[in-house]
């Protein structure tokens, strides 16, 4: 953690190390032109006081290639440092595919989380060090953010949508999770911890969560439970689009677009299913807005997901 | 009376000569159009919003409205914008009874337009068309659907609400400025014809917008049957 | 011009004489009527600015207790002062009154109310009623909004995110959007006066290239108060009627979109810190060349640097969306553009600096707030860079860094240019001379203090500390003591002017007409000046800022 001087957070990401780099050359270029306007300001403030004797010939009162360059150069210098910024900024939304999911439901004024074989934690996110992370969070009721700054990262929680952000934990250790979006009374305590373990520990810590069932585990069972397998399972008899394999595939919507479905799309058609209709069905599902909660929807997501997959590789 | 009066009054005492008050008040007026035509764009853009994301739901909603009543309310409104500029060439042919007629005559039709609109919102809340809890139109299929009505009403009321407010305080100065061209002389400090001018600059404006928000709210899925 | 200094034995004759006498050019416009009623129902453009400058120090010293009081509590690490919906409700309480009822009027609707007209030559703005009116229209509000923070406060921050602020907050939050939307209206009333003035009320001679670098920044800032404030007036509105009605506009759970409340709302409130800190700007071009003895570098630039700030500062609001959800792409354009809007204000701070170069320097104390604003404006500005920088805004967003760097510029930067201007133009609107001594001592305090509040908190943010916290790990306190013992600082700093300006209105010397031998139309008549401010409209034939430093 930080020790009592430190400006830098512990640095426990591949994010993190990028981004001090990145601060760094900022701090450089900004401290830079600041240092040079503080400077001229206190050598021109002392050489051109009323008092001293200077040659004080009357200079040029506008200068256009002076005016150019010192507008120029900058600029230039500065659009460096706005490009580095851009490209850290989308990888942290471009997670490989083997990237591990971590789900996240934040409501006032706490974090629970779930990992895909179904071990739950409320406050705290146990990951393994060296692995990619992928966070798919959503929110209960206000707006959160989820905010560690050892790994600077930091992303928004929103009701009615997942938000995703991924990173690399490169240091084992505990870290602190804040929740870094106003959110109420407890805005301020809404805070959690980050445990970063060996991938051993890790895989020793996931089984240890009891016998539960993994979250696609689950997700089958309520699958079944809130009636979905009446008319997406395999013996049905109503015309309804086969979910196999749908998670990442590109599905074709009734008014002519096409999309790729992923976790949101699939949130929107359980809530909303009249909102983006495939092609070729008839509107007739009903809407179960209201009647599943959010961990129920993650888990119903991750079943989908594993009907793409091979069940036991998925296994963890 | 009839006569002309050609005595003007002397410029306000910030101003240095009549025409530069003239100059000043065409300006502002223009001016404030412009930061009204920012209350109403948000408003717009969030049509635009809505229309995009929601086209069937806001052709069904737009069905909802009293195209009738609203079509005689453009009608009313042109009129009324005709009137204003006769009033604002009688100022200036110095004929002041005649513009102060016309004058009443713009007011009254405004009045007329806000007594119709009076109706057709009577008329939908009493259909359930009001945004909040209660809102419940006969037709309204699925969820996604009356979500998108919704906001098309929670728009249509937003929108002729404020339209309404502008049109009102346009009522109330045709109705001041009336009587200031009626009765007093321009000697004797009454309005002039920049005076009109300007009240017209603001009657055309709140008659435009209105142009625009009769084919957005009442001709949406009402093309082709 | 300048009437014969005095000393104090002849004061009581001074000013029975200046009673007495309509002098060359009438009656001061203080000594023409006394009455509360004569002050109420003013249409004069002096006594509105005055009666803007007593009302927004009211809420200055208001908002400022606010912010002592969150200092206090950040001293320790423990929430042990208030509870944490008071304090939820402070720091909102300190951010709607310092933002909408101290910063955006402050320099407009107190300095530039009393300066405009003088600076173009004019009698007085072109709709004096309409000024009278947006005074009242600024009461009214601020009303609304103290009625809304004692009837039991607002707690959802000055940004009212939604669906906290329409579904979850049980406070006073329709009451402070009314107020702020009352007040909304005040600022346009201004920005609307000040354009048509500044278009159609010149004095013959007086063309756009000639114009004093404080009308254009007023100018400018006028075009952004009536082109942003109804944006936040019908966001405002939104919000009240997803409220009041629960219609699902921002709240997911009615079927909105709570990103749709933050593109509205930051269109808005971006150009609006540009409404904060373009004037402060325009104070600083009167200030440097005044007490450098040269013309300021670069006019045209200068002018030009406005408009681009004004416009430019129209097109980046997403950047306070980076990490909210928004699309990368947008996030990548947002990024761009705030980088952009960087440019001219390096212009403008270069230009200052180079103003200095061969001149010949007196450090009063208005210079001393010039000097102080360039260099912590700098300071903010350069941080602004860090936040447009989309990766490191990942990390820095809603930490304590942000608070830094606004706090730099808003307070840095604009207070100090604002009392830089209430200085500077004190004997002209007053007729007094304040103390020197105590003027410069108090700015020199002030700038200590302010650093040691505000420069800690951007290694607080930087190691993580999140904003609008009221308890925090442990390992934050040392930075959060320096910088509530700045925050001490900085208020006794704040203090000071209150008792020597105030001191100066009985005692203080009578000021010259032209006591900093400076150019401008408003130094070309008596101090305080006549009701109608000129006898017959000056007529300009040179540009501004004609110093010499080699003049004696």
New interface residues.
Partial sequence: MTDLFSVSPASAAASASRLDSLALCMLLLTGAVALGVLVLLVVFSVRYRAASHVDRTPSPSSNLTLEISWTVIPLLLFLVLYVWGAIDYVSLYRAPPDAMPVFVVAKQWMWKAEHRNGRREINEVHLPVGRTVRMVMTSQDVIHSFFVPAFRIKQDVLPGRYTSIAFTPDKEGVYHLFCAEFCGTDHAVMEGRVVVMKPADFAGWLAEGGHVPGMAARGHDLFRQYGCSGCHGAGSSVHAPDLTGLLGRRVHLADGRAVTADEPYVRDSILVPAKDVVAGYAPIMPSFAGQIPEEDLLAIIEYIRETGHDQSAERR | MNGTDTVKAPPAPQFATREQQAQAGSFGMWVFIASELLFFGPLLFGYLYVRTHFPDAVAQASRHTEYVLGTVNTAILLTSSYAMALAGAAMRASRRRRAAWLLLATALLGLAFMAIKGWEWHTEFTEHLFPGVGFRPDDAKDAWTLHGMELFFLLYFALTGLHALHLTVGVAATLTIANGVRRQPESAGGPGEEAVELVGLYWHFVDLVWVFLYPLLYLVGRAGG | MTSPQNDASLVDEEEHALRQQAGPMGRSYLAGAFSLRSWLTTRDHKRIAVLYGVSITLFFFLGGIAAALIRLELATPQ?DLVS??T??KLFTAHGIIMVWLFLIPSIPSVLGNFLM?MMIG???????RLNLASWYLYLAGGAIILWALLAGGV???WTF?T??ST???NSHVVAALLGVLVTGFSS?LT??NF???T???RAPGLGWFRLPLFVWANYATSVIL??????L???L??VG?ERL?????F?????GD???FQH?FWFYSHPAVYIMVLPAMGVASEIIPCF?R????????MAYAILGIAVIGFLVWGHHM????QS?YA??VF??LS?MV??PS??K???W??T????????SAPMLYA?GF??LF??GG??G??L????????L???YFVVAHFHYIMVGGSVMAYLGGIHFWWPKVTGRMYSEAWGRLAALVIFAGFNLTFFPQY?LG???M????????P??Q?LHVLSSAGAVTLAIGYLMPLGYLAWSLWFGKRAPANPWDATGLEWQTASPPPE?NFDH?PTVVRGPYAY???AP
């Avoid at chain 3, 009536?226 to 944006?231: D, E, S």
């Avoid at chain 3, 009605?245 to 506009?249: A, D, K, L, R, S």
């Avoid at chain 3, 709240?251 to 079927?255: E, I, V």
């Fill in positions: 929430g944490s919906d304090y939820n007209p004019a009698r007085d703005l072109a709709f004096p707690d959802t921050g995110y669906p906290f579904m979850f907050s346009i920005g609307l354009i048509v003035t278009h159609t009320m009536v082109l942003a404030t109804p944006v007036a019908m966001t509105v939104l009627i009605f629960q219609v699902g506009i709240d997911p759970a009615l079927g709570p990103l749709l509205l450098a040269k013309p300021v570098f670069g006019y045209k630039f980076f990490v909210s959800g990368v996030g990548m990024s761009l980088f960087a440019i390096a212009i701070v270069f230009n600096t180079a200095l170069y061969k001149g010949r320097i007196t450090f000097l360039v260099g700098t300071v350069l941080t860079l860090f447009a920088a989309l990766a490191l805004d990942v990390h967003s809603d930490t290694l930087y190691a993580g999140p904003r609008r916290y009221h308890s925090y790990p390992e934050f040392t109608h409209p010499t430093p080699d």
